[in-house]
């Protein structure tokens, strides 16, 4: 391995100038920054990472989670979205990123000791599973955390402007004609009792109060289990005119139930996705979804996390909403306060 002594040898300089030099020291003429910095370039020269973390107290390592309950939860759309914005940003401000698990070195250990054993600067957690005690200790340790989909907590967190979101796509419903609308919610997560708050406040400005039955739920990215709960609003005596889904996948599940049932998208039932995946826009009709800034969500959470890092402020910090954007599509039908009551009766067993 090539030090900086064999570099300050080869050009005929001091150790102090090749460090100055490889740091951006600001006392030496440019001209030398660049024949020190080429020089160790053509001799294949890479920093000590173990000694600059030493030296500098940080490791320029972000730890990343996104322990779900789905152990594929990385494989979804949005997750992997986020994810690869969140290691773009990290890269471009000088870090690695590395995932945290519960294994290392053959043993297992908690979430907090696999950190603290590598020596992370700082840990995102993206869509984890907030709920879980594992989850729970590490956002609970002092180690200086970023949260995606996760409020309240006491770390920085970065999230879509879900009320907003909610109140976008409840309004678009609204404006439409729809005055029976309900909502499959996402199940057991942070962000599912979020949205399902935000559903009932954009519910309450139109002056709809939408019966317990209207308010159901599923995982999230279930197929399945999107389907049983679009069959339980199909029993009810007096179904919806329009169903939201927790996501985009779980609105197809939905409206493959619609259409064992014999029911037309969006003539005999409209349907609302979430997230804006591409997927939607691929399907025929169109989706009606909202979109999340899976960019700016992932950017953010790198800058709010390396902020917490310079700072050490620990101190809960308000979350970062990020704006997204509604996506009219075409599952959504136009109703006349005359075609506002139900359909013929859907074929349920």
């Not at 494989?75 to 000088?94: D, M, T, Y």
């Not at 879509?160 to 057991?188: C, F, M, P, Q, S």
């Not at 005999?268 to 591409?278: N, P, R, T």
């Not at 826009?281 to 800034?293: E, F, G, I, K, N």
């Given at each position: 391995?090539?030090?900086?002594?064999?570099?300050a040898?080869?050009?005929g300089?001091?150790?102090?100038?090749?460090?100055?030099?490889l740091n951006?020291?600001?006392?030496?003429?440019?001209?030398?920054?660049q024949?020190v910095?080429?020089?160790?370039?053509?001799?294949?020269?890479?920093?000590?990472?173990?000694?600059?973390a030493l030296?500098?107290?940080?490791?320029?390592n972000?730890?990343?989670?996104?322990?779900?309950?789905?152990?594929?939860?990385?494989?979804?759309e949005?997750?992997s979205l986020?994810i690869?914005?969140?290691?773009a940003?990290?890269?471009?401000?000088?870090?690695?990123?590395?995932?945290v698990?519960?294994q290392?070195?053959?043993?297992?250990?908690?979430?907090?000791?696999h950190?603290r054993?590598?020596g992370?600067?700082?840990?995102?957690?993206?869509?984890?599973?907030?709920?879980?005690p594992a989850?729970r200790?590490?956002?609970?340790?002092?180690?200086?955390?970023?949260?995606?989909d996760?409020?309240p907590?006491?770390h920085a967190?970065v999230?879509?402007?879900?009320?907003?979101?909610l109140?976008?796509?409840?309004?678009?419903?609204?404006?439409?004609?729809?005055?029976?609308?309900?909502y499959i919610?996402?199940?057991?997560?942070?962000?599912?009792?979020i949205?399902?708050a935000?559903?009932?406040?954009?519910?309450?400005r139109?002056g709809l109060?939408?019966?317990?039955?209207?308010l159901?739920?599923?995982?999230?990215?279930?197929?399945?289990?999107?389907?049983?709960?679009?069959?339980r609003?199909?029993?009810l005596?007096?179904?919806?005119?329009?169903?939201?889904?927790?996501?985009?996948?779980?609105?197809?599940?939905?409206m493959?139930?619609?259409?064992?049932?014999?029911?037309?998208?969006p003539?005999?039932?409209?349907?609302?996705?979430?997230?804006?995946?591409?997927?939607?826009?691929?399907?025929?009709p169109?989706?009606?979804?909202?979109?999340?800034?899976?960019?700016?969500?992932?950017?953010?959470?790198v800058?709010?996390?390396?902020?917490?890092?310079?700072?050490?402020?620990?101190?809960p910090?308000?979350?970062?909403?990020?704006?997204?954007?509604?996506?009219?599509?075409?599952?959504?039908?136009c109703?006349s306060?005359?075609?506002?009551?139900?359909?013929?009766?859907?074929n349920?067993?």
């Amino acid at each position: 391995m090539v030090t900086i002594s064999e570099i300050a040898r080869h050009c005929g300089v001091s150790i102090a100038t090749v460090s100055k030099a490889l740091n951006r020291g600001g006392d030496i003429s440019e001209a030398t920054v660049q024949r020190v910095r080429q020089a160790a370039q053509a001799l294949g020269y890479a920093p000590n990472a173990a000694a600059r973390a030493l030296k500098t107290k940080h490791s320029h390592n972000l730890g990343l989670l996104t322990q779900l309950r789905d152990s594929h939860g990385r494989a979804h759309e949005f997750v992997s979205l986020v994810i690869s914005a969140f290691q773009a940003e990290a890269e471009r401000r000088g870090y690695d990123v590395t995932l945290v698990s519960q294994q290392a070195q053959g043993a297992t250990m908690s979430y907090v000791e696999h950190c603290r054993y590598r020596g992370f600067d700082g840990i995102a957690l993206i869509c984890a599973d907030f709920l879980s005690p594992a989850v729970r200790e590490l956002l609970e340790s002092l180690l200086p955390c970023v949260t995606v989909d996760a409020y309240p907590t006491r770390h920085a967190s970065v999230m879509t402007d879900n009320e907003a979101a909610l109140d976008a796509l409840v309004a678009h419903a609204y404006g439409l004609g729809h005055r029976r609308i309900a909502y499959i919610g996402g199940k057991g997560s942070a962000i599912a009792e979020i949205r399902a708050a935000a559903f009932r406040k954009a519910c309450a400005r139109h002056g709809l109060q939408p019966p317990v039955a209207y308010l159901d739920s599923a995982e999230f990215n279930d197929l399945h289990a999107a389907a049983v709960a679009t069959r339980r609003l199909l029993r009810l005596p007096e179904r919806p005119t329009c169903i939201l889904y927790p996501d985009d996948y779980a609105c197809l599940g939905g409206m493959a139930e619609l259409e064992a049932q014999g029911l037309s998208v969006p003539e005999e039932m409209s349907v609302i996705g979430f997230d804006g995946l591409q997927l939607g826009q691929l399907l025929r009709p169109h989706l009606t979804t909202y979109r999340q800034d899976t960019e700016a969500i992932g950017r953010l959470a790198v800058q709010r996390l390396l902020e917490t890092v310079a700072d050490g402020d620990r101190t809960p910090a308000e979350p970062l909403w990020i704006p997204g954007q509604l996506i009219p599509g075409e599952t959504v039908a136009c109703l006349s306060k005359s075609s506002a009551t139900p359909s013929r009766a859907a074929n349920t067993p």
